[in-house]
Every structure is written in C-alpha cells, then in structure tokens.
C-alpha cells in the first residue's frame, strides 16, 4: 500500500505537497518523482509548476478556501 499523499493550501502562498507523487505525461509516462514540495498558485514562479516564493514579492492574495456544501 503506498503512502497518502496531502496537499494544504498555504493562506497566500502555495500549495505544500507531502508524499511520493509522480509527474505523468498525457501518455502515461512518468517524468519524475518527488516527494515533499510545493506548487506554486500564483502564477509568479519561475519554476513553475513548482514554487519558488515569489508569491511574496508579488504579494499574492488568496481567497480563504471555502469548501461546497451540498445540500
């Protein structure tokens, strides 16, 4: 059984990823395998997808999440 993998959402920053995770192609194809990073959401990165902290200097500012409620 692998490992579970979590994402949190840091209030205006990124998004911190813990656990093994491959990176697929559209074909399938593994590129690479990380584990513990995080992805950029700002859209500042100059490694994106991954990030790079330039969120801060750009001063990016997030929504709070606010999970859908069905009812």
Do not use: W
Not at 8 to 32: P, W, Y
Not at 50 to 62: P, T
């Amino acid at each position: 059984m692998s490992e579970k993998i979590t994402l949190r959402v840091k209030a205006n920053g990124s998004i911190r990823v813990t656990g093994m995770v491959d990176f697929v192609d559209e074909n399938g194809t593994v590129l690479e395998t990380r584990t513990d990073f995080s992805l950029c959401r700002c859209g500042h990165s100059q490694t994106k997808p991954f990030c790079d902290g330039a969120h801060r200097a750009a001063g990016f500012q997030a929504p709070a999440y606010q999970p859908e409620v069905s009812e």
